[in-house]
Every structure is written in C-alpha cells, then in structure tokens.
C-alpha cells in the first residue's frame, strides 16, 4: 500500500516533476518481491508454531519492508527535478532493505525447519537465487545509471519467469 501510495502522490504532480524510468521499475520490483513473500508466507502458516519469537520476528521483517517501500518515492516530489534524480540518492536504503528482510525471512524459515545448513542453499542454491541476490548486491554497491537500469531489467525477468514457473508447473 505504501509503494502505491507513493506512485498516487507522484502521478499528481506529474506535471511538476518528471517520472523517469528507474523509480518505476524498482516500485515494481518492491511490488512484486512483497506479494512473493505474502504467498510464501501464507502457504507456509501451518509450519509457523504461534509463539512470541516467531511473532517478532515477522514483525521486524515486516517493519523492515515497510521502510524499503515507503523509500521508494519522495514524501515531496517537487523537491527533485526528475525520480530517476531522487533513486540515486535513495535507492541503497530501498534495495538494503529489501536484501535485509529477505535474509530474514531465510532465517525465519531455516529456524523453523531446524535446518541451518539450508541458509547457503538460499542464495546459490538454483541458479535464479544466485542471480538474484547477485543482482540485488550489484545494484547496492554499483551507483551507475546503466547498471542500474540493468540490474533492475534483470530482477523484473526473473520475477516474470518465476510467475510463469509457478502459473506453468505448479
């Protein structure tokens, strides 16, 4: 609701500032990063024992990707002449926080099964997990507008072929 929030507050003063093309691609990025991990989490429920430390753990996780999404967009946008000029000053907390609580629901889940050694396998394990936290690291460390709009194109091919995977071979 935040991410979208954003993108309403944006699209009214759409004639003040412009949009650009990194802002949009990593709004969806959060967009669909989030669903998949609401999906997980709900098809993961009856694995969840119902106690304290389980309990403030999703809710660190949770106010961790809170804080990612309402990055995404500037609270004022007229205080930036385009979003692509606002991303680059802000896309670390956005893409940090989207690494954070994605290894914290690793956590989460290697807790919950008992299986530590299950934590490397999360991010080599397939290659799509490889390239993705690849990408995601690239993206936090490398500033560059082109390696940006790459990153950011190669995590929304992934996430489009994950989709299909599940839709196709379920």
Excluded at 137 to 146: E, I, V, Y
């Amino acid at each position: 609701a935040t991410v979208i929030g954003g993108l309403g507050d944006v699209l009214r003063e759409r004639n003040r500032i412009r949009l650009g093309t990194l802002t949009p691609m990593l709004a969806i990025f959060v967009l669909i990063d989030l669903s998949s991990v609401w999906v997980n989490a709900w098809s993961g429920l009856s694995d969840i024992k119902v106690d304290y430390g389980p309990f403030v753990a999703a809710s660190i996780v949770a106010a961790i990707y809170f804080f990612a999404a309402s990055m995404v967009f500037p609270k004022v946008s007229t205080d930036w002449e385009t979003l692509d000029d606002y991303y680059i000053t802000h896309y670390r907390w956005v893409i940090g926080g989207v690494m954070a609580a994605n290894f914290g629901l690793i956590v989460i889940q290697a807790t919950v099964d008992g299986a530590w050694a299950s934590i490397a396998g999360a991010f080599v394990g397939t290659p799509v997990a490889a390239i993705w936290w690849t990408t995601l690291l690239c993206l936090w460390l490398f500033r560059q507008k082109r390696v940006q709009m790459i990153g950011l194109g190669l995590l929304q091919v992934i996430w489009i072929y994950v989709l299909f995977s599940a839709w196709a071979f379920p």
